[in-house]
C-alpha cells in the first residue's frame, strides 16, 4: 500500500500549475480583458492580455474556482503567449486538457472556461480598437 | 509536516479493541452463523453479543430490534423501502425533512416512482425543523414520518422529542437516521420515543462493511435482499461477523466513553470555531453555532470570495483532510441540497468547507490548522477576481456587507449570463 501523502486528487501537472500558478495577477495597463462565468458550477475566470503588433505578448490571470480552473487558466496564459490574435481565436480547450496530462471529465468545461476568457479577452481588445480610431489615424499620420 | 484529519463524518480509523475482537473471526472462527454445528454456534454467540453492545448504545429495548447490514446506506433503504413496503396498505404519503442525507432522500424518492408522495418539511437558516410544520406536513395517508437527529453536513440537532410526541399522538413511527449523530450525541430511542433508526459504525471508529437498522416492534419492515432467514428474515446473506463483531465493540466503547468523547471534540470544536472567526475576516459558520443546538464535532463554513474545492486541496497539501459541499466537489456540480435548504446564498455556499473533529484530535491540531487555514485561505483569495472587485469596490460582501457594489452572485450571474443556482 502507498502512503497517503502520495495521493493527489489530479495528475502532477494539474497539482503543480495549481500549487505554483503561473501567470497569476494582472495588468496595470492590459490591452483586453476577459471575466467569464460557468453557468454550470459557478466558477469565474479572467484573463488580461498584452497584445502588441497583433500578437499576445503576455498574459495573466485570475480566477474563482476549483483546482482544475486554476490549473487551466494558468495552462492556458502559458500556452497563449507569443500567439496571433487570429491562432487565439482558434484556441481550443482540448489544448489546455493535452497539456495538462488529462483532466478528470466532470472538470473539462474548466479547460472550456479557460478558453471562453482568452476569446473575450480579445473580443475586448477588438473593441477598444475599434472605439479609438481617432487615436489610430494619428498614429498613422505621423 | 503535521498531519491533521479532520472528516470523521466521512469515516473515522478503527479502534484496536475492534481489530484485535475482530481478527479471529476472519481465520479461526470462520463457520457460517446458519450451520447447526459448534463452528456456526460460536459464530452466531458473537454475533448475539455484538447485537446486545450495539442495543445498549441506543438503550433499543431488546437486542431482537437490531438488523446488521452492509452498510448506512442499506440499513437506510430498508428503513424507507422495507417499511413501505409492509405498510403500504395504511397509505402511502411519507414526511421527511429537507435536510436528509442523499440516501433517505433517494430512498423516499424511489418509492415516488412505487406510487407514493412525500411532503419535504423546510428547515430555518441554522437547519432546525419546526415540529409545527412536521405536523401540518401529515396527512391521513401519512405512514412514516423521517427526521435525521443530526445533519450530516451543519451538525443542526433536530427537535426530535418534540416531533416524536406529534408521531406519537398521530400513531405514526418515526424514523431517525443516526449515521452522523451515533457515537457524538446520546440516542436513547425509547425515551425519544424513536421506532426505526439508523446507524453506522465506522463513523464511530467501528469497521466498515456494516450497517445497523434498529427497528421497534411496533414499526414492520419487510426484507429486499430475498433467499435467506438471516437477520430474522429481513436480510438474507451470509453475515459479515468480523465486521458486526468490531460493530458491537465499537458500540460498546463509544457508550462508555461518550461523554468524555463529547466533552474532549466540543473543547476542540469551540477552539477551532473561535479561533477561525478570529483570525479569518469573511468567513461563516453554517449552522447553529458549537453549543446545545449543534453536533459537537463538525463545524461547516463559508469563506466568502473563494472556492471550496481550491481550499480542500490546499488544505491536503499542509496535510489537512477536509470535506466541502461546494458544486465544484460534487460530481453533478451542484451545491450540497443541505446549504440549499438553509437559504445559503450561492457564492457562500461555492466557498464550503466541512471540518468533522475526532477523539484524537488535539489542541496542537487545532493550532495548527488555524495558523494554515489563513495561509490557504489568503493564498487563493490572492488567485481571486472577486476578491480583488471586492477590494476594488465592484462587488460587496454576503457576510458583512459595506454596502458598495453588486452582490457576488449577480455578478456571477451577470459574468455566466445566467442566474446561479
Same mark, same amino acid.
Given at each position: 500500500?502507498?502512503?497517503?501523502?502520495?495521493?493527489?486528487?489530479?495528475?502532477?501537472?494539474?497539482?503543480?500549475?495549481?500549487?505554483?500558478?503561473?501567470?497569476?495577477?494582472?495588468?496595470?495597463?492590459?490591452?483586453?480583458?476577459?471575466?467569464?462565468?460557468?453557468?454550470?458550477?459557478?466558477?469565474?475566470?479572467?484573463?488580461?492580455?498584452?497584445?502588441?503588433?497583433?500578437?499576445?505578448?503576455?498574459?495573466?490571470?485570475?480566477?474563482?474556482?476549483?483546482?482544475?480552473?486554476?490549473?487551466?487558466?494558468?495552462?492556458?496564459?502559458?500556452?497563449?503567449?507569443?500567439?496571433?490574435?487570429?491562432?487565439?481565436?482558434?484556441?481550443?480547450?482540448?489544448?489546455?486538457?493535452?497539456?495538462?496530462?488529462?483532466?478528470?471529465?466532470?472538470?473539462?468545461?474548466?479547460?472550456?472556461?479557460?478558453?471562453?476568457?482568452?476569446?473575450?479577452?480579445?473580443?475586448?481588445?477588438?473593441?477598444?480598437?475599434?472605439?479609438?480610431?481617432?487615436?489610430?489615424?494619428?498614429?498613422?499620420?505621423? | 509536516?503535521?498531519?491533521? @484529519?479532520?472528516?470523521?463524518?466521512?469515516?473515522?480509523?478503527?479502534?484496536?479493541?475492534?481489530?484485535?475482537?475482530?481478527?479471529?473471526?476472519? #481465520?479461526?472462527?470462520?463457520?457460517?452463523?446458519?450451520?447447526?454445528?459448534? @463452528?456456526?454456534?460460536?459464530?452466531?454467540?458473537?454475533?448475539?453479543?455484538?447485537?446486545?453492545? *450495539?442495543?445498549?448504545?441506543?438503550?433499543?429495548?431488546?437486542?431482537?430490534?437490531?438488523?446488521?447490514?452492509?452498510?448506512?446506506?442499506?440499513? &437506510?433503504?430498508?428503513?424507507?423501502?422495507?417499511?413501505?413496503?409492509?405498510?403500504?396498505?395504511?397509505?402511502?404519503?411519507?414526511?421527511?425533512?429537507?435536510?436528509?442525507?442523499?440516501? /433517505?432522500?433517494?430512498?423516499?424518492? @424511489?418509492?415516488? !416512482?412505487?406510487?407514493?408522495?412525500?411532503?419535504?418539511?423546510?428547515?430555518?437558516?441554522?437547519?432546525?425543523?419546526?415540529?409545527?410544520?412536521?405536523?401540518?406536513?401529515?396527512?391521513?395517508?401519512?405512514?412514516? &414520518?423521517?427526521?435525521?437527529?443530526?445533519?450530516?453536513?451543519?451538525?443542526?440537532?433536530?427537535?426530535?422529542?418534540?416531533?416524536?410526541?406529534?408521531?406519537?399522538?398521530?400513531?405514526?413511527?418515526?424514523?431517525?437516521?443516526?449515521?452522523?449523530?451515533?457515537?457524538? +450525541?446520546?440516542?436513547?430511542?425509547?425515551?425519544?420515543?424513536?421506532?426505526?433508526?439508523?446507524?453506522?459504525?465506522?463513523?464511530?471508529?467501528?469497521?466498515?462493511?456494516? %450497517?445497523?437498522? +434498529?427497528?421497534?416492534?411496533?414499526? !414492520? *419492515?419487510?426484507?429486499?435482499?430475498?433467499?435467506?432467514?438471516?437477520?430474522?428474515?429481513?436480510?438474507?446473506? #451470509?453475515?459479515?461477523?468480523?465486521?458486526?463483531?468490531?460493530?458491537? /465493540?465499537?458500540?460498546?466503547?463509544?457508550?462508555?466513553?461518550?461523554?468524555?468523547?463529547?466533552?474532549?471534540?466540543?473543547?476542540?470544536?469551540?477552539?477551532?470555531?473561535?479561533?477561525?472567526?478570529?483570525?479569518?475576516? +469573511?468567513?461563516?459558520?453554517?449552522?447553529?453555532?458549537?453549543?446545545?443546538?449543534?453536533?459537537?464535532?463538525?463545524?461547516?463554513?463559508?469563506?466568502?470570495?473563494?472556492?471550496?474545492?481550491?481550499?480542500?486541496?490546499?488544505?491536503?497539501?499542509?496535510?489537512?483532510?477536509?470535506?466541502?459541499?461546494?458544486?465544484? &466537489?460534487?460530481?453533478?456540480?451542484?451545491?450540497?441540497? *443541505?446549504?440549499?435548504?438553509?437559504?445559503?446564498?450561492?457564492?457562500?455556499?461555492? %466557498?464550503?468547507?466541512?471540518?468533522?473533529?475526532?477523539?484524537?484530535?488535539?489542541?496542537?491540531?487545532?493550532?495548527?490548522?488555524?495558523?494554515?487555514?489563513?495561509?490557504? &485561505?489568503?493564498?487563493?483569495?490572492?488567485?481571486?477576481?472577486?476578491?480583488?472587485?471586492?477590494?476594488?469596490?465592484?462587488?460587496?460582501?454576503?457576510?458583512?456587507?459595506?454596502?458598495?457594489?453588486?452582490?457576488?452572485?449577480?455578478?456571477?450571474?451577470? /459574468?455566466?449570463?445566467?442566474?446561479?443556482?
Amino acid at each position: 500500500m502507498k502512503d497517503a501523502k502520495e495521493y493527489t486528487l489530479y495528475n502532477e501537472t494539474v497539482m503543480d500549475h495549481f500549487m505554483n500558478p503561473r501567470n497569476m495577477g494582472d495588468f496595470q495597463d492590459a490591452d483586453g480583458i476577459g471575466e467569464v462565468g460557468a453557468a454550470a458550477c459557478g466558477d469565474i475566470m479572467k484573463i488580461s492580455l498584452k497584445i502588441k503588433d497583433g500578437v499576445v505578448t503576455d498574459a495573466r490571470f485570475k480566477t474563482f474556482g476549483c483546482g482544475s480552473a486554476i490549473a487551466s487558466s494558468s495552462m492556458a496564459t502559458e500556452l497563449i503567449k507569443g500567439r496571433t490574435l487570429e491562432e487565439v481565436k482558434n484556441f481550443s480547450n482540448e489544448e489546455v486538457v493535452e497539456a495538462l496530462g488529462g483532466l478528470p471529465p466532470v472538470k473539462i468545461h474548466c479547460s472550456v472556461l479557460a478558453e471562453e476568457a482568452l476569446k473575450a479577452a480579445i473580443e475586448d481588445y477588438e473593441a477598444r480598437e475599434v472605439s479609438k480610431p481617432a487615436e489610430k489615424s494619428e498614429a498613422l499620420s505621423a | 509536516m503535521r498531519s491533521v @484529519y479532520l472528516d470523521h463524518q466521512a469515516s473515522t480509523p478503527l479502534l484496536p479493541e475492534a481489530l484485535e475482537a475482530m481478527t479471529p473471526y476472519f #481465520t479461526q472462527a470462520f463457520g457460517n452463523a446458519s450451520s447447526l454445528h459448534r @463452528y456456526g454456534l460460536q459464530v452466531r454467540d458473537g454475533i448475539a453479543t455484538a447485537r446486545a453492545q *450495539v442495543a445498549a448504545l441506543i438503550n433499543a429495548e431488546s437486542p431482537d430490534d437490531i438488523i446488521f447490514t452492509g452498510n448506512g446506506a442499506e440499513a &437506510v433503504n430498508l428503513a424507507i423501502k422495507g417499511f413501505a413496503d409492509a405498510n403500504h396498505r395504511k397509505g402511502k404519503h411519507i414526511v421527511l425533512s429537507a435536510t436528509e442525507h442523499p440516501t /433517505v432522500l433517494g430512498s423516499v424518492e @424511489y418509492l415516488e !416512482r412505487q406510487g407514493f408522495t412525500h411532503t419535504k418539511v423546510p428547515v430555518d437558516k441554522e437547519g432546525i425543523i419546526d415540529p409545527a410544520a412536521v405536523r401540518e406536513a401529515i396527512t391521513p395517508e401519512t405512514i412514516l &414520518v423521517a427526521v435525521h437527529i443530526a445533519n450530516h453536513d451543519i451538525g443542526a440537532i433536530q427537535p426530535i422529542k418534540e416531533i416524536s410526541a406529534i408521531t406519537r399522538e398521530k400513531g405514526i413511527p418515526l424514523f431517525c437516521d443516526a449515521v452522523a449523530s451515533a457515537g457524538w +450525541y446520546p440516542i436513547d430511542v425509547q425515551a425519544l420515543g424513536i421506532q426505526l433508526l439508523t446507524l453506522s459504525p465506522h463513523r464511530f471508529y467501528g469497521p466498515k462493511g456494516v %450497517g445497523v437498522l +434498529y427497528r421497534s416492534r411496533r414499526a !414492520r *419492515v419487510t426484507s429486499h435482499i430475498h433467499g435467506g432467514v438471516q437477520e430474522g428474515g429481513r436480510r438474507a446473506g #451470509t453475515e459479515n461477523v468480523p465486521a458486526i463483531i468490531g460493530a458491537g /465493540v465499537a458500540a460498546e466503547i463509544a457508550l462508555r466513553d461518550l461523554n468524555e468523547r463529547i466533552a474532549h471534540v466540543s473543547r476542540l470544536q469551540h477552539k477551532l470555531h473561535d479561533g477561525m472567526v478570529a483570525s479569518i475576516p +469573511y468567513i461563516k459558520l453554517n449552522g447553529p453555532k458549537p453549543g446545545p443546538l449543534r453536533l459537537c464535532n463538525t463545524l461547516n463554513w463559508s469563506t466568502e470570495f473563494i472556492e471550496g474545492e481550491g481550499q480542500l486541496l490546499l488544505c491536503d497539501s499542509n496535510g489537512i483532510a477536509v470535506a466541502s459541499g461546494s458544486s465544484c &466537489v460534487s460530481k453533478s456540480l451542484k451545491v450540497s441540497h *443541505v446549504l440549499e435548504a438553509i437559504g445559503l446564498d450561492h457564492a457562500l455556499a461555492q %466557498g464550503n468547507i466541512i471540518m468533522s473533529l475526532g477523539k484524537d484530535n488535539t489542541e496542537e491540531d487545532i493550532d495548527y490548522v488555524i495558523e494554515r487555514f489563513l495561509k490557504v &485561505v489568503n493564498t487563493l483569495r490572492r488567485m481571486s477576481p472577486m476578491w480583488q472587485e471586492f477590494e476594488d469596490g465592484q462587488i460587496d460582501s454576503v457576510i458583512n456587507p459595506r454596502g458598495i457594489g453588486k452582490s457576488f452572485t449577480q455578478h456571477a450571474a451577470d /459574468v455566466s449570463g445566467r442566474p446561479a443556482h
